[in-house]
């Protein structure tokens, strides 16, 4: 299994610019997340999934989008990129039973915004 | 509203010695508390939890102490090595909601 994988590992966007974090994971986990992560503020929740075709806001998910129209794979959308996005995204995945904390995490995508 | 709160921002040990890190939750309905361990580069990975049944777990060097009526928790590192060098997070969750809620991590560093 690759477990939980996310492209691009590095972007640099300009002001205003669009674009789609791809996270996708292979473990059949109905539940899946997006973070971000700024130094001293820890992990914050964008938008997560309970499942294909659900999916619902977290702690900050303004300037963000997500669908989720498979199991495995739940992109993340920039409608109009701002300085303030720059950060480094996480992808996380678990199973439906899985008690809440056994999430599976990607290897991030560092995304700066210029 | 930061439900989890997480301290020290960052801490110093040196090699051989205890890391002590501490979280307090507010929340009552929580009823799982993982902790994550991340290193530079990488994502977080699941490192040991605990639900608030037991005052305590423990695996190998790793040990969470928990205290319901106080709504602490905390991670202890024994016998610290310089691989254990990483940020931690402590987490909560209510297994009847799906997400967790992260303390800000704390960034450990063990000194040779």
């Known amino acids: 299994n690759a477990g939980v994988t996310q492209t691009p590992k590095f972007q640099v966007l300009k002001t205003g610019q669009s674009m789609t974090l791809q996270c996708a994971q292979d473990?059949?986990?109905?539940?899946m997340s997006w973070y971000r992560q700024d130094p001293g503020m820890g992990l914050r929740l964008i938008h997560y999934?309970?499942?294909?075709?659900?999916?619902d806001q977290g702690e900050v998910p303004n300037g963000y989008n997500v669908s989720r129209s498979t199991t495995e794979d739940f992109p993340l959308r920039l409608l109009s990129a701002a300085p303030s996005q720059t950060s480094v995204y996480f992808c996380?995945?678990?199973?439906?039973?899985?008690?809440?904390?056994?999430?599976?995490f990607g290897p991030g995508t560092r995304l700066t915004v210029t | 509203q930061q439900q989890v709160k997480q301290s020290p921002q960052s801490l110093i040990v040196q090699k051989g010695g205890i890391s002590i890190i501490n979280c307090a939750y507010e929340?009552?309905?929580?009823?799982?508390f993982p902790w994550y361990q991340q290193f530079p580069g990488k994502g977080p990975a699941l490192l040991i939890a605990?639900?608030?049944?037991?005052s305590e777990k423990k695996e190998g060097r790793f040990t969470i102490s928990f205290n319901k009526s106080a709504k602490q928790f905390s991670l202890h590192i024994m016998d610290s090595q310089p691989g254990d060098s990483a940020t931690y997070f402590c987490?909560?969750?209510?297994?009847?909601?799906?997400?967790?809620?992260f303390g800000k991590g704390t960034m450990l560093l063990v000194s040779p």
């Open positions: 473990m059949n986990h109905e539940y």
């Open positions: 987490a909560a969750v209510y297994s009847g909601y799906s997400t967790l809620t």
């Open positions: 605990i639900r608030p049944d037991v």
């Open positions: 929340n009552t309905a929580f009823d799982y």
């Open positions: 999934s309970v499942g294909a075709g659900i999916t």
């Open positions: 996380a995945s678990r199973p439906r039973d899985a008690g809440g904390g056994e999430q599976y």
